[in-house]
């Protein structure tokens, strides 16, 4: 406990250890990107050579310093020609590692050498690379540069998609008109951009309308469109929602995919709806393709909700057998098979981890922080936030707020409200206020309060998930409830608040609600 006490000193004394309360690994997070995977334009990437050192590589380990030309010449010097295949291999090997700078050089290279007959997926890139570095006007400008055969479809979509990319809504509105007086057809990519610009709550409204013209343009949904439409309805906790999009989306016969199904499983997760979750998690299993490692890390993720051990297990074994475990895996496999209530599993994933990574993220320590508080070992915590401090990782609102739990599991609860306060003075995003770990922990408070009959803190922490709409299942107002029940306090317009914000009374409801009748005064 001695390294709770510090921190506590050090809180006081105004020296916060961190500014951040990043969660990296959460559902959401895996999701966002799934969702987004799809929307650069990009071509067939082609087979990977079997050279020991690819034009890739050899571009991906050039210092800073120095320029694309030395990579090309060292290429050329052990007689490998450049051709397209390794020059569009080595683009989206750089775009996914998001070396924009070096793409735009290897692009003005081949422009300028001309090593092949050029086409317009060169010039593509070339646009796509110069707005991504050098800003809009610049894009714009080099598009009228472009020789007049090559500004057809795809360089306008790839216009209107750099447009996007910068948030210019009008822009690249008007380019997509100008696409429709030349007859050209505007890509689902530009209007799964618009779609994602328009989720925030003050604009979601917009969205019909974009799905309207759509329709109007002629273009046909992919299923990604379908996918981000059901992400933002997930992030909304509205299962209903989520429902209906679903339906549409199998009405306009577009085929789902593990994407989609992925998103559906983990909605219907944290909603606690686990007979559903399990039915779609099977549907998840049968449409995987290949060794997709964001698939695993959810499928993980959802054993742990479903306390399916032995398919937690199964699916690690797969992981491990991938040509490179990433450490947001090992972080994973940690949380579910702490979620299931195997510990000695977590701990010693903890100690692999250790042995094979180098442990310089805060996610790492929280992965196996979060265990320990959930189950109350609040003297294992304290230890590993000592550890973590050695290791220079610094705390962040995660890492308070699960040391939190762990302290008021353990009886602690001075030491809990201090370490909570601790936690609240550091910035924390709004996408990690509405991450599910977040929310998952926060719940865990309001319930650990609840079942001491302190309203006052419980309906606190409540007001968080009031706010990220969590508290529309129905399981989060019960366990508010369940805190007025302990306190034996009266609450008169309960049921009517918890109508008004979007949570449909169960059973366990009516049963609280009449014990809480028997405190009226």
């Avoid at 070396?99 to 050029?118: D, Q, S, T």
């Avoid at 917009?206 to 273009?219: C, E, H, N, R, Y």
């Amino acid at each position: 406990m001695q390294a709770i006490r510090t921190l506590h000193k050090r809180a006081f004394c105004a020296i916060f250890l961190d500014n951040r309360g990043r969660i990296l690994h959460s559902p959401n997070s895996i999701f966002s990107s799934l969702c987004s995977s799809d929307i650069n334009v990009s071509s067939e990437e082609p087979q990977m050579t079997d050279r020991s050192i690819s034009l890739s590589s050899r571009i991906e380990l050039l210092p800073r310093t120095q320029s694309v030309i030395s990579a090309f010449q060292s290429w050329m010097a052990d007689g490998f020609p450049i051709h397209r295949g390794e020059i569009f291999r080595t683009i989206n090997r750089l775009r996914k590692l998001k070396m924009n700078k070096r793409a735009l050089e290897v692009m003005e290279w081949v422009i300028r050498e001309r090593p092949y007959k050029l086409k317009e997926l060169d010039y593509s890139y070339l646009l796509e690379f110069t707005t991504k570095i050098h800003g809009i006007s610049q894009g714009e400008t080099l598009f009228t540069r472009i020789p007049q055969d090559f500004q057809n479809e795809l360089l306008y979509n790839n216009l209107v998609l750099a447009c996007l990319d910068k948030g210019v809504i009008k822009l690249s509105l008007e380019y997509m008109k100008r696409m429709r007086e030349l007859g050209f057809p505007i890509s689902y990519l530009a209007f799964n951009r618009l779609i994602i610009l328009h989720s925030s709550p003050g604009r979601r409204k917009t969205i019909p309308k974009i799905l309207t013209q759509m329709k109007a343009d002629k273009v046909i949904p992919h299923p990604s469109t379908y996918n981000i439409l059901l992400k933002i309805e997930a992030d909304d906790h509205n299962i209903e929602g989520l429902s209906k999009v679903f339906d549409e989306m199998k009405k306009a016969q577009v085929e789902p995919s593990e994407i989609t199904y992925c998103i559906l499983a983990t909605a219907h997760a944290v909603a606690r709806l686990y007979a559903v979750c399990e039915a779609y998690v099977e549907e998840v299993e049968k449409c995987k393709t290949g060794n997709n490692w964001s698939t695993f890390d959810v499928l993980i993720i959802l054993y742990g909700y479903l306390g399916k051990q032995r398919k937690v297990e199964e699916t690690w074994d797969t992981i491990q057998n991938f040509p490179y475990v990433r450490y947001k895996s090992f972080v994973l496999a940690i949380e579910a098979f702490g979620r299931i209530g195997w510990l000695d599993r977590a701990e010693d994933l903890w100690l692999e981890m250790k042995a094979k990574k180098r442990l310089k993220r805060t996610e790492q320590f929280n992965s196996i922080l979060s265990v320990y508080c959930r189950h109350g070992f609040v003297d294992k915590a304290s230890e590993l936030f000592e550890e973590m401090g050695i290791n220079g990782c610094k705390a962040n609102a995660i890492t308070y707020r699960n040391l939190g739990l762990g302290c008021l599991k353990a009886g602690l609860v001075e030491e809990a409200l201090k370490t909570l306060q601790i936690g609240s003075n550091h910035t924390t995003s709004t996408w990690v206020r509405r991450s599910s770990p977040w929310m998952e922990t926060t719940l865990l408070l309001v319930e650990t309060f609840a079942d001491m009959g302190d309203i006052e803190n419980a309906n606190k922490l409540f007001q968080e998930l009031k706010k990220s709409r969590y508290s529309r299942y129905t399981f989060v107002y019960n366990t508010l409830l369940k805190a007025y029940v302990k306190a034996k306090v009266y609450c008169p317009d309960f049921l009517k608040n918890m109508i008004l914000w979007g949570a449909r009374p169960d059973a366990e409801t009516y049963s609280l609600l009449r014990l809480i009748e028997e405190f009226k005064t």
